[in-house]
Nanobody, 127 residues
């Protein structure tokens, strides 16, 4: 069992930046692919970014490409989401997720590609 705890959310103005962190329990974190999803009020949960266990491959939603960066530190059992040039439409609850089985990067863009989920952290971008 893996527990994921997100942090770093908050209120930020348009154009600002935030860095989300997701700390994972367990000794096998380095073998998990990780992803970030978000869910805005009244909308379905959507893919944001994913990173393979090695960190060598990443994938981003078109809406965040060039503004967000996903990274991981396996020594700290932590995955990060650096969010720059934030827009009001980025407002959502952000969730991190872990995939315990090797999956190709395309599968990691889907909710079904993950086995564990965190509780989420709120990001609000004000104009």
């Amino acid at each position: 069992q893996v527990q994921l705890v997100e942090s770093g959310g908050g209120l930020v103005q348009v154009g600002g930046s935030l860095r989300l962190s997701c700390a994972a329990s367990g000794r096998t974190f380095s073998s998990y692919a990780m992803g970030w999803f978000r869910q805005a009020p009244g909308k379905e949960r959507e893919f944001v970014a994913a990173i393979t266990w090695s960190g060598l491959n990443t994938r981003y939603a078109d809406s965040v490409k060039g503004r967000f960066t996903i990274s991981r530190d396996n020594a700290k059992n932590t995955v990060y989401l650096q969010m720059n040039s934030l827009k009001p439409e980025d407002t959502a609850v952000y969730y991190c997720a872990a995939d315990r089985s090797p999956s190709n990067i395309a599968v990691l863009t889907t909710i079904g590609g993950y086995d564990y989920w965190g509780q989420g952290t709120q990001v609000t971008v004000s104009s």
